[in-house]
């Protein structure tokens, strides 16, 4: 036992060692522990297994394990209550505690759901020792629009979730945006630009990801001084959390966005106008070759990492979605963003999104291929893709998007995942390096999200079936032949979309903007069915005959939510045919049936969202009020979270651009005040014109959702209401719905 005296000296130097990482920033390691270096302390591990597993931390031993050259590995061994987790950072600890909870105390912590209720007092012994090693080095996780899709006014204890959710699943690069404004803010200062401009031009939060890939400025602001002082301290914390785990916080680098007037400030500082980004005109780009841009750069990355320290990844895009290179060569200019990132952060490795075109071969081309990683945001979306001839055998991370916009629809090409991963990975000359998980919007269909991040841990192809069969079971923590015919049935429905076209399941309905032919909500989302519907309505009623033991869990409860609200949304797309085929006949009796059906779904849809905080507008609202320190600032930031759910932009960019409804979403609140409003407008309309025999009145759409953008409305932050009860009232009226068309009148269903 340890004397006092050197208890207390082990404590003191404990904590000038974390006084002295938060206040010098260092160097961040790509990989926790290089080959041959030293061990890391696993305090940081323990902290987040505490905060989530608090009744059983005491249970774990974890240790250290240096990183050999093969990558990173953990093992799992001990007895009964008393389990020793090896592993080569601290995350990769937490990977191993993870694979133990799934695969021997058969427990699920999902993202979002979780069955540890179900743990026993003493944890099981695993038989022998399980020792796991990363198939690919690079666990890349998260979107550029995460930030604003998955809530941009989210809190510390949110984002600390978050880590613990991407340490627990593997992930050792994240993309960290938070904060990103001080760094412009503070550099553009020093090229002739006032505060006031540019907290004009920096955009609300919501929509700061598309600034920062150089497709708009100025929307949903301006900022405060506050808002952005407060971020970067969000952001800083980030970082360094992700540092204590051993993970490598990716940044933003500088390549070029400058505001309007920049040549005019700075002579020589020659800029190519951008155009239009979908109706929004786009930041200027400062040509990389100028003598001005490596001024630009070396100021951007000295406050950066004044604000965050440093890293060893840095994302950015060149010419984004339809960016003009004018006359700048575009190699050159590649070869000029390398140079400054290298020389503020020699060795530093380029990150570049897979996306249409992007990258050009002509970028690849031109740099140090071993220091870029593609994150392919299309590996499961295309066949026949080839990416080492593509991209001339730069190193590329296998990548998914199974949603736009934050969608809460369920479903993803997970049965393309565990075919395809494992075979691009062992053709010879593979440049798979890594895994990308890259949903616009996290927060939504926990399956997919464990399968595709247990890939990087398997050194094998995947039994898709197999593998559903044991989520199953743990799932809600334990065995159940319902639970296990309900994701039989999901599995073989929305979970095994084919690649070709889409990585995203249609969306709803109920939540595009009405009208009588519409297919979808969003402009860019499938516009049918991508599965056979009556999959997850069987699995709705399986997943109300689970025992009620297991129905306890808070996984249990979000997937019945989530299922039912599926199986009504896709009721939504064989019920609107039905109503247009009425109003086409000029039937007004059989019309009305209908859109009363549509609006008492609309109704019941509510009711069930109500009973789940994950499914409530309210946190959201809140949570973007809660960082305006005026009445003020509060508006500013509510209008900010409120359009991005909704018209998304201006009237250009929601109308003629088609952005709006793109973040669309089934939330409580959102339905009943705002989808639920817009479709009853409409509906009325329809029925009034049946009934005087006329068309229909024009409705000035952007000028109703806007109007609904600048309420300010308060909506519940806590559930009200029986999950499962209304769960099953969602199964009735779907199986009291009838067709109301006449055979052979072209219904589609």
């Known amino acids: 036992m340890r004397s006092l005296r050197s208890w207390a000296a082990l404590c003191a130097a404990a904590a000038l060692a974390l006084l002295t990482t938060t206040l010098t920033p260092s160097p961040t390691p790509a990989l926790a522990s290089p080959p041959g270096g030293p061990a890391f302390a696993t305090h940081s591990a323990r902290a987040a297994l505490a905060r989530l597993l608090p009744r059983h931390v005491s249970q774990f031993t974890l240790i250290p394990a240096r990183r050999p050259a093969s990558g990173d590995w953990f093992s799992v061994s001990g007895r009964a209550g008393h389990l020793r987790v090896r592993g080569t950072s601290p995350a990769v600890i937490l990977s191993g505690v993870n694979w133990y909870l799934k695969y021997t105390a058969k427990v699920d912590i999902g993202w979002p759901g979780r069955s540890t209720a179900k743990l026993p007092r003493t944890l099981p012994a695993p038989e022998g020792t399980v020792r796991r090693q990363a198939s690919v080095p690079h666990r890349f996780a998260l979107n550029d629009t995460d930030d604003g899709y998955s809530g941009a006014y989210r809190d510390w204890a949110s984002y600390e979730k978050q880590i613990d959710l991407l340490a627990l699943h593997g992930a050792n690069e994240v993309f960290v945006q938070m904060g990103a404004d001080a760094v412009y803010y503070q550099t553009l200062q020093e090229f002739g630009y006032s505060k006031q401009e540019l907290r004009s031009w920096i955009p609300g939060p919501a929509h ?3 600034w920062l890939m150089q497709n708009m400025s100025g929307f949903a602001g301006p900022v405060s001084e506050r808002l952005i002082e407060d971020r970067a301290a969000l952001g800083r914390r980030i970082a360094h959390r992700l540092r204590e785990l051993g993970m490598t916080p990716v940044l933003p680098g500088y390549y070029g ?38 001024r630009v750069a070396a100021s951007f990355y000295r406050h950066q990492r004044e604000l965050f320290g440093d890293s060893t990844m840095y994302k950015m895009d060149l010419l984004h979605e339809g960016g003009r290179p004018g006359d700048v060569p575009i190699g050159k200019a590649a070869q000029a963003v390398m140079k400054a990132l290298q020389t503020a ?34 590996a499961d979306r295309y066949d026949g893709l080839d990416r080492e ?26 049965a393309v995942w565990a075919e395809r991963f494992d075979r691009w990975r062992a053709e010879p000359g593979s440049a798979l390096a890594g895994i990308a998980y890259l949903p616009e919007g996290t927060g939504g269909n926990p399956v997919a999200y464990e399968l595709f991040t247990e890939l990087a841990w398997r050194t094998g192809p995947v039994d898709h079936a197999a593998w559903f069969a044991a989520y199953a079971e743990r799932r809600y923590g334990g065995p159940d032949p319902h639970a296990a015919r309900a994701w039989e049935l999901l599995r073989t429905g929305p979970y095994s979309m084919p690649s070709g076209t889409w990585s995203e399941a249609q969306d709803s309905l109920f939540t595009a903007r009405p009208r009588l032919t519409a297919t979808s909500a969003a402009s860019w989302s499938p516009g049918a069915m991508r599965y056979d519907p009556d999959t997850v309505r069987e699995a709705l009623a399986e997943l109300l005959k689970v025992a009620p033991a297991l129905r306890t869990t808070d996984a249990y409860r979000f997937d019945l939510v989530d299922v039912a609200r599926q199986a009504l949304a896709n009721r939504s797309r064989s019920l609107l045919p039905e109503i247009k085929a009425a109003y086409d006949a000029g039937d007004l009796s059989r019309f009305r049936a209908g859109a009363a059906e549509w609006k008492g779904d609309l109704v019941l849809l509510d009711r ?29 930031a509510e209008f900010d979270a409120r359009s991005i ?19 669309n979403r089934e939330w409580s609140g959102l339905v009943s005040d705002f989808y639920a409003m817009r479709w009853t407008t409409y509906l009325d309309s329809l029925d009034t014109a049946l ?21 300010h409305d308060r909506y519940p932050v806590e559930p009200s209401g029986d999950p499962v009860a ?12 009838v067709p109301s068309v006449p055979a052979g009148s072209g219904r589609a269903r």
């Open 608 to 636: 069930l969202l109500a009973t789940d905080t994950r499914f409530l507008l309210g946190p959201w609202l809140a949570d973007a009020r809660s960082w305006g320190r005026t009445g003020a600032e509060r508006d500013t």
């Open 645 to 663: 759910l909704t018209t998304w932009g201006h009237r250009s960019g929601s109308d003629s651009g088609g952005l709006r409804d793109y973040a």
């Open 691 to 711: 009934v005087i025999g006329r068309p229909p009145a024009a409705i000035d759409w952007f000028a109703l959702e806007n109007a609904w953008n600048q309420r």
């Open 257 to 294: 966005t400058v505001p309007p007037g920049f040549t005019e400030r700075n002579p020589g500082g020659t800029v190519v106008p951008q155009g239009e980004w979908v109706g929004f005109g786009r930041p200027d780009w400062l040509d990389p070759r100028t003598d001005v841009f490596p």
């Open 345 to 378: 952060r020699p060795g530093a490795v380029w990150t570049l999104l897979g996306w249409q075109k992007n990258p050009s071969a002509q970028i690849i081309d031109a740099v140090d291929r071993s220091r870029l990683l593609i994150v392919d945001g299309l």
């Open 208 to 210: 700061q990801p598309w």
């Open 726 to 737: 209304t769960a099953a009232e969602v199964l009735d009226a779907l199986s009291a719905a």
């Open 389 to 414: 001839t593509t991209w001339h055998g730069a190193p590329y991370a296998f990548g998914t998007i199974p949603n736009f916009g934050g969608h809460t629809t369920v479903g993803a090409n997970t």
